[in-house]
C-alpha cells in the first residue's frame, strides 16, 4: 500500500510566460518508454510479482522502496507541465470569442483537445505510455540489469530534454529528476553487484555526464539529495540499507537510507480555465460543508 502525502516533492517556480511546446517535450519524461510511468509500473510490478521475497528481503524491499518514489517522480513532471501550459490560452467561457485559438500552434494539441491544459499519460509525441513497456522477468538478475539499463535510458532522456527547453520550471523539475534518477542509478548498480560480484558502479553515470554539470541538481547534491534513499515507509523497508549503504561511487560520501519520505512542499494552486470548461462546477456552492467542517474539526 502507498502511503500517500498532500505536498509535492520540490519547490517548482511560476513560469514567467506559458510554454506550450516546452510542455510537449517535458511529457516524454512523463509517458514516454523511459519515462516516469515506466520506471513506477516497472518496479511496482516487479514487487507485486516478487517469489521467494523471505530469502532475499533486502532486494525485494529496494525496488519496493523505489516504486513509491517514483510515484512522486510522475507528479512533479505532471505539475511542471500543468505550469508550463497555464496562460497557453484565453480564459474566457464564450466559445464565439475563440479563447483556444493559440493552441492551433502548440505542437502537442492533445493538452487542449484532449485534456483540461494539462500533464497526460503520453510521450512528446502524444503517443498513449502502454504496458508494453513494463518488464517483469520474475529472475532477478535480469529484472535488476533491466532496472539499471532503464534508469540509465531515463538518464539520458532527461538530459536530451533538459537541453530542448530553456523555461526554468522545466529545467529546476529535470535537475531534482537527475539527481534522484542517479540514487536509483546506483542503488540498482549495487545490488546488481552483492547479486552478482561484478563491479556495475564502475559504469556510473552512464552517460558519461556529471549532474555537477547542471546547475538544478547542484544544489540538490550540495544538500546530501544524491546520497539518500528513502523508504517512504514509517516503519516498513528498513532491509533496503543492506543494499544501499558505503560510498558513493563518485564523490565518496557516505549513502543513508533515511526511513520515511522526502518532505515535500505545498502544490503549486493551479487556476480555474473556463475556456476549457475546468472544472466545470459553477453551481458549487463553498459554504455547503461550513456546518458540517465545524463539527468535525475540520478548518476550511
Request: net charge negative; aromatic share 10%; glycine share 8%.
Amino acid at each position: 500500500m502507498i502511503h500517500r502525502i498532500d505536498r509535492l516533492a520540490l519547490e517548482l517556480p511560476t513560469p514567467k510566460n506559458a510554454s506550450p511546446n516546452d510542455a510537449a517535450a517535458i511529457q516524454e519524461l512523463l509517458g514516454g518508454k523511459y519515462g516516469e510511468m515506466s520506471t513506477l509500473m516497472n518496479y511496482t510490478f516487479q514487487s507485486f510479482n516478487f517469489r521467494g521475497r523471505k530469502r532475499l528481503r533486502p532486494f525485494y524491499e529496494l525496488v519496493a522502496s523505489i516504486a513509491a518514489e517514483e510515484y512522486s517522480h510522475i507528479e512533479a513532471v505532471s505539475y511542471a507541465i500543468n505550469l508550463l501550459l497555464t496562460g497557453t490560452t484565453k480564459r474566457d467561457p464564450d466559445p464565439e470569442n475563440g479563447p483556444l485559438h493559440s493552441a492551433v500552434d502548440a505542437r502537442n494539441s492533445y493538452h487542449f483537445l484532449s485534456s483540461n491544459q494539462a500533464a497526460m499519460p503520453y510521450d512528446s509525441m502524444g503517443n498513449p505510455w502502454t504496458g508494453q513497456y513494463v518488464h517483469n522477468s520474475g529472475n532477478l538478475k535480469l529484472d535488476l540489469l533491466h532496472n539499471f539499463f532503464l534508469e540509465c535510458g531515463a538518464r539520458a532522456n532527461k538530459i536530451r530534454a533538459y537541453s530542448m527547453v530553456t523555461d526554468p520550471t522545466a529545467r529546476e523539475m529535470v535537475g531534482y529528476l537527475l539527481v534522484r534518477g542517479g540514487v536509483h542509478v546506483v542503488a540498482y548498480a549495487r545490488a546488481l553487484e552483492y547479486l552478482t560480484g561484478v563491479e556495475v558502479t564502475k559504469l556510473v553515470p552512464v552517460p558519461d555526464l556529471s549532474n555537477k554539470m547542471f546547475k538544478e541538481a547542484r544544489k540538490h547534491e550540495a544538500k546530501g539529495l544524491h546520497l539518500k534513499l528513502y523508504t517512504f515507509s514509517q516503519e516498513d523497508y528498513k532491509q533496503a540499507g543492506l543494499i544501499w549503504n558505503g560510498p558513493h561511487p563518485e564523490d565518496g560520501q557516505p549513502l543513508e537510507l533515511i526511513q520515511g519520505s522526502v518532505e515535500g512542499v505545498p502544490y503549486p494552486d493551479l487556476e480555474e480555465e473556463p475556456q476549457l470548461n475546468s472544472p466545470g462546477a459553477e453551481d458549487y456552492d463553498p459554504d455547503m460543508f461550513k456546518d458540517i467542517a465545524k463539527k468535525l474539526g475540520i478548518k476550511l
